[in-house]
T-cell receptor
């Protein structure tokens, strides 16, 4: 069982918006803004798409946005494109024994 | 352009050890944080540990504390991860990833290696 909880799957149609949640605790997401999101296509390494809750690295489209409320962080993808079909993982810092936590991942299907 | 190039796949027997390397190029080596993240077949990501070469002191995930050693060689800009006492559950792709130096876990991993497959089988 992963430390951060994500839905196993979400689906959307091209052009629509979807949101993926990532729920933690008061020791991680609830205490710090060190939340990152990674996109992973099959057979490839993960790619950073958001950091510090809502910051986008250079080259990441502004269709990707992030937010946080309490112990839950969210990734929103607007204007879905076929190439967005991938697995998405959230990550957070925690002050507990293992400082890096990942969510179990969400499989996004673009229908 | 930053590149992280990892060593090739290695098939291991239960009880043995594996040492995976990750050679960095394209930017200053010692002032970044390097993490190792693994992914079992069909599963999610799991953080193994990390090191900032200039400080030399690694940080490990609690579940790997007794079996893993992460080191950095500044002379070759290479980071290593050694995992001992391998069991079938350690079968995974092991990724090296780099992020800005800072609190381990608080900085994002913005560059990733290609991954190294380590099947553990008798």
């Amino acid at each position: 069982q992963s430390a951060l909880t994500q839905p196993a799957s979400v689906a959307g149609s091209p052009g629509q918006s979807i949101t993926i949640s990532c729920t933690g605790t008061s020791s991680d997401i609830g205490a710090y803004d060190y939340v990152s999101w990674y996109q992973q296509h099959p057979g490839t390494a993960p790619k950073l798409i958001l950091y510090n809750v809502s910051n986008r690295p250079s080259g990441v489209p502004d269709r990707f946005s992030g937010s946080k409320s309490g112990t839950t962080a969210s990734l929103t993808i607007s204007g879905l494109q076929l190439e967005d079909e991938a697995h998405y993982y959230c990550s957070s810092y925690t002050h507990l024994y293992t400082p890096v936590l990942f969510g179990g991942g969400t499989n996004l299907t673009v229908l | 352009q930053v590149h992280l190039v990892q060593s090739g796949a290695e098939v291991k027997k239960p009880g043995s050890s594996v040492k995976v390397s990750c050679k960095a190029s394209g930017d200053t080596f010692i002032n970044y944080l390097f993490s190792w993240v693994r992914q079992a077949p069909g599963q999610g990501l799991e953080w193994v540990g990390g090191i900032i070469p200039v400080f030399r002191t690694p940080t490990y995930a609690q579940s790997f504390q007794d079996r893993v050693t992460i080191t950095a060689d500044e002379s070759t800009s290479t980071v290593y991860m050694e995992l001992r006492g391998l069991r079938s559950e350690d079968t995974a792709v092991y990724y090296c990833a780099r992020g800005p130096a800072g609190i381990v876990g608080a900085t994002p991993l913005d560059y990733w290696g290609q991954g190294t497959l380590v099947p553990v089988t008798s």
